[in-house]
């Protein structure tokens, strides 16, 4: 009888940060350690606050599963984290994701921190658990994830109501993201990530979050690199439109809970204070999702969970600082899909896409520069060129400002993604929005993933995913993706085409973004 041969123990996954020691956990050939509160829970007195230093802990924490998700409500516009996901205001905490092998702080690695999208209503570090783990296998990167706060807690701007007792602080979770970014400055060399190599990237909401951090000055120094893929960069308003939109919460607030409107009261702040003080996460939610619904024909063209010019921690228009040179000067990768509105209708018909909102973003300039729009998008109002329209106002026009603008004083790359399997063609969407996300963090094996493939593409896009992680990865390393991808300028607008075969063009639907130019001069 041969003796039985007993597996080597596994190597203790701990490490030592600021506040304490982790344990982590190995799976699928990397390493991970999970729910790590990078700041205080905004709980209590901490409630429309900004962040707080976290609580160190003794001994040893768990960290081999995940930590809460930011309150979010599932019957809004976006489908979020599932329902089974645990959620709660104790959500600021962050994910790690490592290669399986020791640290050498000789050889530190680049670091990537993905900031998720959602609206900022919904979404979290964890819908896609094994988000990351690709690019840490493919490229020996650390990935970082983070939960912010969403919805009211973090994107409405209550400090109106604020009284010397009970202030209430402006961009809560643009705060938290800086917070995010501050705790990896400090902790992410124990895991062995570079705190001076680090990429900020996001999608969406994440990718406005990237554009808007690039001009926040306290974030100063805690990137180097950015890439902000389909981001609204002008989704940042001032304090009498963000405050507009915070009466009208309270209000809703107040409904739902079948309270008195503090609005009409002798003593607005103070009620209002304590409506919003005391409110279960849950109604604040369901609120926030009252609110979403009606802003688009309320607010036409507008978002209003997004952050807020407050003067101090966002001190001006992130469009107008990457203008004049006052946002950070690090290299950018910034772009967006070939077709960003077509998503955006049904459920999620949020954008500039209907005749009402349409007229209304019109009314706003010159029957001239109307004229000359209109041409761009034939047929307009019908859906079609409608969903183009909006998708066009909110994503790429002030994507390509962004670009022009930041490439006076940094380099930057910019693409258009227009791939897209036969299915998702035939449905009408082509290269919609959040697409490119399927290739780029190997998700076609997911049900969406196979499902969207079942008709052909699923090859292209691996090899489309294959391509993108490259060049991901490079910038990360170098600040460089790839020496083809060619710089962009007010020039020529040299632009990376991302498809079955990728092209370089020269300022791709010129036409159509000289018509843009004249139509919305202040954007």
Not at 69 to 93: M, Y
Request: proline letters at 8%; aromatic letters at 10%.
């Amino acid at each position: 009888m041969r003796p039985s041969v007993q597996p080597a123990p596994a190597e203790p996954l701990s490490v030592r940060i600021e506040t304490g020691s982790l344990r982590g956990i190995r799976v699928r050939g990397v390493r991970q350690w999970r729910g790590i509160p990078y700041v205080a829970a905004p709980v209590g007195e901490l409630r429309f606050r900004a962040p707080q230093p976290a609580v160190p802990w003794p001994g040893e924490r768990d960290a081999r599963g995940f930590g809460l998700v930011a309150t979010q409500s599932h019957r809004g516009q976006f489908i979020g984290a599932k329902p089974t996901i645990p959620q709660g205001e104790d959500c600021l905490n962050l994910n790690v994701i490592t290669p399986d092998e020791p640290v050498d702080q000789r050889m530190l690695r680049p670091v990537m921190v993905f900031i998720h999208g959602g609206a900022y209503s919904v979404g979290s570090s964890r819908e896609v658990p094994r988000q990351g783990e690709g690019l840490v296998r493919r490229g020996g990167i650390v990935y970082v994830s983070f939960n912010y706060r969403l919805g009211a807690l973090g994107y409405l701007d209550f400090s109106r109501y604020s009284t010397a007792e009970r202030p209430f602080e402006s961009n809560l979770g643009l705060r938290d993201q800086v917070a995010a970014l501050a705790w990896v400055r400090r902790n992410i060399a124990v895991f062995g990530g570079d705190p001076d190599a680090v990429t900020v990237f996001g999608e969406s909401a994440g990718a406005n979050a990237v554009t808007t951090l690039m001009t926040v000055p306290a974030a100063a120094g805690l990137f180097q690199r950015a890439i902000a893929q389909s981001a609204p960069p002008n989704a940042v308003y001032a304090p009498a439109v963000t405050a507009e939109w915070a009466a009208d919460f309270v209000r809703l607030l107040a409904r739902r809970t079948g309270q008195a409107d503090p609005t009409n009261s002798t003593d607005t702040a103070a009620d209002a204070a304590a409506l919003l003080l005391q409110a279960d996460p849950a109604h604040l939610a369901e609120a926030t999702s009252d609110l979403t619904r009606r802003a688009p024909d309320r607010y036409p063209g507008t978002i209003p969970l997004s952050p807020v010019i407050d003067g101090d921690f966002l001190p001006e228009r992130p469009l107008d600082a990457f203008r004049d040179g006052r946002a950070h000067r690090i290299p950018l990768i910034i772009g967006t899909n070939s077709r960003e509105g077509s998503l955006f209708s049904g459920r999620i018909d949020i954008l500039a896409t209907t005749p009402g909102r349409i007229r209304a973003v019109f009314a706003n300039t010159k029957k001239k520069a109307r004229t000359r729009l209109r041409a761009q998008y034939p047929g307009i109002p019908a859906l079609r060129p409608a969903l183009d329209f909006g998708g066009d106002f909110s994503f790429w026009y002030p994507s390509v400002r962004v670009g022009e603008r930041h490439s006076r004083y940094a380099p930057v790359r910019f693409y258009r993604f227009d791939a897209a399997p036969r299915l998702v063609r035939l449905m009408g969407l082509d290269a919609t929005h959040g697409l490119e996300l399927f290739p780029l963090f190997d998700r076609l094996d997911g049900w969406f993933g196979r499902g969207m493939t079942a008709l052909g593409g699923r090859r292209d896009f691996q090899r489309i995913g294959a391509r993108m992680q490259g060049w991901w990865l490079s910038f990360a390393a170098t600040g460089v993706p790839d020496a083809a991808w060619p710089l962009y300028d007010e020039a020529e607008r040299l632009t990376l085409v991302i498809d079955a075969v990728d092209r370089v063009e020269s300022d791709p639907r010129g036409d159509r973004r000289r018509a843009w130019d004249a139509f919305v001069p202040h954007i």
